[in-house]
T-cell receptor, first 112, second 115 residues
Framework: KQEVTQIPAALSVPEGENLVLNCSFTDSAIYNLQWFRQDPGKGLTSLLLIQSSQREQTSGRLNASLDKSSGRSTLYIAASQPGDSATYLCAGHTGANSKLTFGKGITLSVRP | KAGVTQTPRYLIKTRGQQVTLSCSPISGHRSVSWYQQTPGQGLQFLFEYFSETQRNKGNFPGRFSGRQFSNSRSEMNVSTLELGDSALYLC??????????????FGPGTRLTVL
């Protein structure tokens, strides 16, 4: 059974800092891993999807990596801005079904 | 392209009632999944529909059911509501052109409050 963990649960950084959000998973037989952003009371916005055959994906100031052997994924945010404040969730796809297994998320606060 | 839409956005019900939530996927997407989000449990998978058939189901009681129509729109029904059913219900769609490896796109959710 896949379990996804995100630690810490909350993070506060000053504006302009580069930061890394961590995600770990227990089952390395993962098809892909997806990072989402959620603003308070809102739905999920897909940020990056990394297939199992890929090592990383980039979009603007975001870079996500996937290391299946160690069961880890990271989301790197460059030059953080107050608008980046949100909860970031990672979710893994395992097995021949469409179920995404989510971590509990990391609530990021970027201070001006 | 319009995104995933969910209606209604907010609902208040009382215990014992039933509720139906609706989800319209992105045009061309054939798969619709439903998730429940609560502060304690986080996001949990309810079920997925593809071509009007339920493909997969999470660990929820039979009070939670769903269906998908020929135009890929989906509805979720919860009968005999309990206080613990208060949650944000999220719908996600994907195209299925590459199977399960496609990106899932989420709607804004329906906030259900059970009194």
């Amino acid at each position: 059974k896949q379990e996804v963990t995100q630690i810490p649960a909350a993070l506060s950084v000053p504006e302009g800092e580069n930061l890394v959000l961590n995600c770990s998973f227990t089952d390395s037989a993962i098809y892909n891993l997806q990072w989402f952003r959620q603003d308070p009371g809102k739905g999920l916005t897909s940020l990056l999807l990394i297939q199992s055959s890929q090592r990383e994906q980039t979009s603007g100031r975001l870079n996500a990596s996937l290391d299946k052997s160690s069961g880890r994924s990271t989301l790197y945010i460059a030059a953080s801005q107050p608008g980046d404040s949100a909860t970031y969730l990672c979710a893994g796809h395992t097995g021949a079904n469409s179920k995404l297994t989510f971590g509990k998320g990391i609530t990021l606060s970027v201070r001006p | 392209k319009a995104g995933v839409t969910q209606t209604p956005r907010y609902l208040i019900k009382t215990r014992g009632q039933q509720v139906t939530l609706s989800c319209s996927p992105i045009s061309g997407h054939r798969s619709v999944s439903w998730y429940q989000q609560t502060p304690g449990q986080g996001l949990q998978f309810l079920f997925e529909y593809f071509s009007e058939t339920q493909r997969n189901k999470g660990n929820f009681p039979g009070r939670f059911s769903g269906r998908q129509f020929s135009n890929s729109r989906s509805e979720m029904n919860v009968s005999t509501l309990e206080l613990g059913d208060s949650a944000l219900y999220l719908c996600a769609s994907r195209s299925w052109t590459s199977g399960i490896t496609d990106t899932q796109y989420f709607g804004p959710g329906t906030r259900l409050t059970v009194l």
